[in-house]
Every structure is written in structure tokens, then in C-alpha cells.
Nanobody, 115 residues
Framework: QVQLVESGGGLVQPGGSLRLSCAAS????????MKWHRQAPGKERELVAR????????NYADSVKGRFTISRDNAKNTVYLQLNSLKPEDTAVYYC????????WGQGTQVTVSS
């Protein structure tokens, strides 16, 4: 069955960096685009970044463009999200997601940006 397992979250000061990972299994990873979303307390879940199956094309939300980088390693069935220049408003639970006639989600990893 499809499994997505996120890791790498934590507490970081404003201006700091984190790298999130999402290990995927149960499907042919390289065939599918992968996405990172986030959900802050009291807010709706929002799309942060997307990467195509080959990794050749990426898209970002305006709020993270120039600060976050999505990438993937198809040999390791893993998608990453590099978070740089973090701001308190980046505090959220971050989820990876794949759509295959149904949306599959991981359990999420908490990112807290605070001094």
C-alpha cells in the first residue's frame, strides 16, 4: 500500500534552515509528481511546492518562492523540501502528498520558527 513518511521538522530560529524528507513506498515513485503542503493552526492546508516525476519542473507558492527548494531522488524514493530564511509565519505541519486517482498523505512533520 502507499506510504508517505515525513521527517526533518523541528524548532528553528527565524532566518534558520531545515531540510524535510518524505520517504515513499508502495508505488512507482518516478511516475508521479509529488507535492509538499502545510497547515498552520487555524488555517487551511496550502500547497507549498510541487515537483514532476522526473524532477525536471518545479512550482512554488509565492510565499516561499526564493526561500524553499523542492527536489527528489528517484533512486531513494524520497522527496525533499529545503527550507531557508525561515520566518515565524512558516510555522506549520508540513505534509507530502501524491495523487493517484486519490490523494495520499503522510502523517506530517511539525516546523516551528521561533526565537
Amino acid at each position: 500500500q502507499v506510504q508517505l513518511v515525513e521527517s526533518g521538522g523541528g524548532l528553528v530560529q527565524p532566518g534558520g534552515s531545515l531540510r524535510l524528507s518524505c520517504a515513499a513506498s508502495g508505488f512507482t515513485f518516478s511516475y508521479y509528481a509529488m507535492k509538499w503542503h502545510r497547515q498552520a493552526p487555524g488555517k487551511e492546508r496550502e500547497l507549498v511546492a510541487r515537483i514532476t516525476g522526473s524532477g525536471g519542473s518545479t512550482n512554488y507558492a509565492d510565499s516561499v518562492k526564493g526561500r524553499f527548494t523542492i527536489s527528489r531522488d528517484n533512486a531513494k524514493n524520497t522527496v525533499y523540501l529545503q527550507l531557508n530564511s525561515l520566518k515565524p509565519e512558516d510555522t506549520a505541519v508540513y505534509y507530502c502528498n501524491v495523487y493517484m486517482n486519490y490523494d495520499y498523505w503522510g502523517q506530517g512533520t511539525q516546523v516551528t520558527v521561533s526565537s
